[in-house]
């Protein structure tokens, strides 16, 4: 075994064991320790059993997930600025198989092809969309479309569509895959002390399982481990409200001044969000629920009742691009993370290019990996 190398962090005294004694204490080899559990763990772990590789993922359970928070959409237009998806060409067709794949295991449909319809604030609004159909994105936007559900919601500026966008079913996707997970003795519940962890160049060990590294997929938590706190993270709270609206169809998505109707199950919807950059914790406010109760009063016609709220801190960065890879100076510590309000659709394209990177050594792209912060990450 190489010499053990203690982490920066840690407490000297949990480097003093003798070798012996240590080599005692492991109880399980593994390839790949996962921390963390929402779709960036789900996925990475996904991918790496998929390819052969042993991984035991470690998560205390999904309560402060941003994934179980999301709507699940996977919009092709994004922000007020109408602007494609990054790498949409060669995304989308991914994501059909990525999620084919998951769901033929679930034994779901976990994608679903909806329509964004989009009601218009005020006339400069609908004037970009409907240069924007126009001209250069055609292949996506309808200015002034038939909407099925216009019946339910107030109107005053008109309408566009985006078509297609997809759903993510994550509330099967997620405990399905847990599920998935301990029945393959596969998933551990427990919170993962980075500074219990011992290190060398080639393994990690921590609570008895050694692995040949260990990644980092726990989300906004990552911002706070030691290895990767220099990382510029840029966490931003979200919140979201569960309402049941009887008589609205649910196979499309609903969009009025920042605020998104998705279906959710059945007369239930998911209703979000907020995206706040000065939040002092991660519980949900009264200020955002009577903010989005006001305006679904403004626009929507039918009745509805709130039957839930919501709060999850997302995991974004300054530049919006997300992080991956091995870490430059601890090539045993890796990341999956930082993909902001884009999990669903970055999540299962990132961990499959990390799983290449790790079982085939092929590169990353230079917008995601971390090396990319070599000097940063050496401070
Ligand atoms: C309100 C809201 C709405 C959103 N809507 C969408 C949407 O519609 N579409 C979209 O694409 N994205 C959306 N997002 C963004 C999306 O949720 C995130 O991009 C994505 O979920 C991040 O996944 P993750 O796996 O990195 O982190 P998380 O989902 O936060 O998962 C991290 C996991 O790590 C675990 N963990 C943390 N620390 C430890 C530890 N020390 N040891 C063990 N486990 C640990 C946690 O328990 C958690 O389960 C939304 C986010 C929010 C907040």
């Not at 003795?185 to 500074?195: G, I, R, S, Y």
């Not at 969000?273 to 109760?293: C, G, H, I, Y």
């Amino acid at each position: 075994m190489p010499d053990t190398k203690p982490n920066p962090n840690a407490p000297q005294h949990r480097f003093s064991f003798r070798r012996s004694t240590f080599d005692d204490l492991l109880k399980m080899q593994t390839d790949y320790l996962i921390v963390g559990q929402g779709l960036c763990g789900s996925w990475l772990s996904f991918f790496l059993i998929q390819a052969g590789a042993r991984v035991m993922v470690v998560d205390p359970g999904l309560k402060s997930a941003a994934s179980m928070a999301a709507a699940g959409v996977i919009n092709p237009i994004t922000g007020k600025r109408l602007a494609r998806q990054w790498m949409a060409d060669t995304i989308a067709p991914f994501l059909h198989e990525a999620y084919a794949a998951m769901g033929r295991l679930l034994d779901d449909d976990l994608l679903r092809e909806v329509d964004v319809h989009t009601w218009f604030m005020n006339h400069e609004e609908a004037a970009f969309f409907e240069n924007k159909a126009a001209t250069t994105h055609g292949d996506l936007l309808y200015f002034d479309s038939l909407i099925p559900a216009a019946e339910s919601f107030e109107s005053p500026f008109g309408t566009g569509t985006i078509r297609p966008a997809y759903t993510a079913r994550l509330q099967t996707l997620l405990p399905g895959w847990r599920r998935q997970l301990i029945r393959s003795e596969a998933l551990m519940e427990a919170d993962f002390d980075w500074n219990e962890m011992l290190i060398d160049a080639e393994s990690v060990s921590w609570n008895g399982i050694r692995a040949k590294a260990v990644i980092d997929c726990s989300g906004a938590a990552a911002a706070e481990n030691p290895y990767f706190n220099k990382l510029p993270f840029a966490l931003n709270k979200g919140e979201v409200l569960f309402v049941r609206i009887p008589g609205l169809q649910n196979d499309a998505i609903y969009k009025y001044a920042h605020l998104t109707i998705a279906p959710w199950d059945g007369d239930v919807f998911w209703v979000g969000s907020s995206f706040d950059w000065n939040f002092t914790d991660a519980l949900p406010t009264v200020a955002f629920r009577q903010k989005a109760e006001g305006i679904l009063r403004q626009w929507l016609k039918l009745p509805f009742e709130v039957i839930d709220h919501k709060a999850a801190i997302r995991p974004a960065t300054v530049t919006r691009d997300a992080f991956a890879g091995l870490h430059p100076q601890y090539p045993a510590i890796g990341i999956l993370d930082g993909t902001g309000a884009k999990g669903c659709s970055l999540a299962p394209f990132l961990a499959k290019q990390l799983t290449d990177h790790l079982l085939h050594g092929t590169s990353l792209l230079p917008q995601v990996d971390i090396v990319r912060f070599v000097r940063t990450l050496a401070r």
